[in-house]
T-cell receptor
């Protein structure tokens, strides 16, 4: 079975440019997360979806970041415009419907973004 | 105060040593707990869940102390391949709100 698939793996852009990341979760996983990980830090949650509903986006910088999960499957995360401080690894993860559960989150390989 | 706190290390230990990591969490209503392992430039992967009664998986033992709000990971007979960052993860509410600690770096040397 395929794991969580993310693309692109690497992206270098100039500041003020837009950028988008794509994630395909594991088939059947209702919960999808976008995390951002800076060097030497743990992943920080940006947004969490239960099916197509964003149930937690409190950490998403909404002035420049947006996300969508159409049909409750694939998801995209967009930054417009990008800033130097956005350089990080963007990780997508998915899990089974874990409401009240103890389910494992599976991560994709991430997109390493460098803003210059 | 961060929701999940870990000693960043690094812990430098010789092969065969026993090493232990602790992690504290601030939300007393937290539901479930995990240790993830992250190799350099790789994604995090689940190492083990942490149960109230404590659990063991080979050389790895995880324990939870709800009263003191900390979890621990013990690694016995360390191998070179155990070198990685160990992330403490707490599910802080009903549902899947997973909060990660900053990670503890382990380096096992021959």
């Amino acid at each position: 079975e395929a794991g969580v698939v993310q693309s692109p793996r690497y992206k270098i852009i100039e500041k003020k440019q837009p950028v988008a990341f794509w994630c395909n979760p594991i088939s059947g996983h209702n919960t999808l997360y976008w995390y951002r990980q800076n060097l030497g830090q743990g992943p920080e949650l940006l947004i969490r979806y239960e099916n197509e509903e964003a149930v937690d986006d409190s950490q998403l910088p909404k002035d420049r970041f947006s996300a969508e999960r159409l049909k409750g499957v694939d998801s995209t995360l967009k930054i417009q415009p990008a800033e130097l401080g956005d350089s990080a690894v963007y990780l997508c993860a998915s899990s089974l419907d874990g409401r009240g559960g103890n389910t494992e989150a599976f991560f994709g390989q991430g997109t390493r973004l460098t803003v210059v | 105060r961060k929701e999940v706190e870990q000693d960043p290390g690094p812990f430098n230990v010789p092969e065969g040593a026993t090493v232990a990591f602790n992690c504290t969490y601030s939300n007393s209503a937290s539901q479930s707990f995990f240790w993830y392992r992250q190799d350099c430039r790789k994604e995090p992967k689940l190492l083990m869940s942490v149960y109230s009664s404590g659990n063991e998986d080979g050389r790895f033992t995880a324990q939870l102390n709800r009263a003191s709000q900390y979890i621990s990971l013990l690694i016995r007979d360390s191998k070179l391949s155990d070198s990685a960052t160990y992330l403490c993860v707490v599910n802080t509410q009903y549902g899947n709100k997973l909060v990660f600690g900053a990670g503890t770096i382990l380096r096992v040397k021959s």
